[in-house]
């Protein structure tokens, strides 16, 4: 009986026969794919959160003493009108309450590689809206980082340091850390901002028989900057600059205070004083303390681990 051997040609490529005849090229390729793999490896990102695009901003606007509705008739509603017409956005969603508006606008899930020029055309609309707004509105404000990912972190803390002096030796260590080469950001988390509040007595006040707003308006005429001109010389231009600036709580309150024909000094009527601001911004806090913390990541492209020993290096 005659058997018929087959046709590898109407069988088509065969990935195995292929191997077997030519095995010193396939173990020459395996070779050649394993060493580049062992160097690949070694220059692999380490990130415990990788960056990804976040498609979402939210617009926050602020007007001190206007009710809910207000906020929204007169602030929301105006911003939301300026942002239609824009393709990118798949929707938005307001919320608005006394002195505040927040609108949060969300792109279309396809929208991944148009998301720079998208943010533009909401802050041109936004910003062009600005006009329509009422007097007094504080804002609008962007924010759309919300896929920043941060690969160390740092807390610091000392005891019997008060809060100016622990805040200049971080920021002294946030700007040596900016002079690390592929630092790309440092943020600090946790700080509060320090403000001068001046809190009056009643009392005093309605014996002199004067108001808070009278004082106000002394206190913000004498810390007004202004422009006081300059001089013109043959080789110099020298700048004039009006003194008087408070630069201390103690110049504060040793302002003399003139209203309705009578003097008297800013610290006899009212305690003024340095504080954090109230109600604080979110803190941080390790092992139940409370703490500073900055956080820095590196430029695209450096890994985390080649960066991380610079940072320690430096410290």
């Known amino acids: 009986m005659k058997q018929n051997k087959p046709d590898l040609a109407k069988q088509g490529f065969n990935l195995s026969a292929w191997a077997l005849k030519h095995q010193s090229l396939v173990l020459y390729l395996m070779v050649v794919l394993s060493l580049g793999g062992i160097l690949a490896y070694g220059k692999l990102g380490m990130k415990e959160d990788p960056e990804f ?47 505040e508006s927040l609108i949060t606008i969300m792109l279309h899930e396809d929208q991944k590689n148009n998301v720079t020029d998208a943010w533009y055309q909401v802050r041109k609309r936004i910003n062009d809206a600005k006009s329509k707004l009422p007097l007094g509105v504080v804002g609008p404000f962007f924010n759309d980082e919300f896929g920043d990912t941060y690969g160390n972190l740092y807390a ?131 092992k139940g303390k409370t703490r500073w913390v900055w956080a820095s990541r590196c430029v695209k492209g450096v890994t985390s681990s080649k960066w991380a020993s610079r940072l320690m290096h430096r410290s």
């Not at 008739?73 to 956005?89: F, M, P, R, S």
């Not at 001046?198 to 005429?221: C, D, H, M, R, T």
């Not at 008087?244 to 205070?257: C, D, K, M, Q, T």
């Not at 004083?273 to 604080?280: L, M, N, V, W, Y």
């Open 53 to 99: 695009t976040f498609k979402a901003m939210v617009v926050r606007s602020f007007w001190p003493g206007a009710s809910a509705p207000e906020m929204e008739q007169q602030v929301t509603d105006k911003l939301e009108e300026a942002l239609q017409g824009i393709a990118y956005i798949h929707f938005t969603k307001s919320y608005s309450r006394s002195g």
């Open 156 to 286: 610091f803390t000392g005891d019997g340091f008060s809060y100016p002096e622990l805040k200049k030796y971080i920021e002294l260590a946030r700007t040596e850390l900016l002079r690390i080469p592929d630092v790309n950001k440092a943020l600090l988390i946790g700080q509060q901002d320090e403000k001068i509040y001046v809190e009056y007595s009643n009392a005093k006040l309605a014996s002199l028989g004067i108001s808070p707003f009278q004082i106000n308006k002394v206190i913000a005429a004498t810390n007004t900057v202004t422009p006081a001109g300059a001089i013109e010389g043959k080789d110099e231009h020298v700048f004039l600059r009006v003194t008087g600036g408070f630069n201390a709580v103690e110049h504060l309150r040793s302002l003399p205070i003139t209203v309705a024909g009578k003097t008297f000094l800013l610290g006899d009527i009212a305690q003024v004083f340095r504080a954090t601001i109230d109600p604080p911004k979110p803190k941080c806090a390790i």
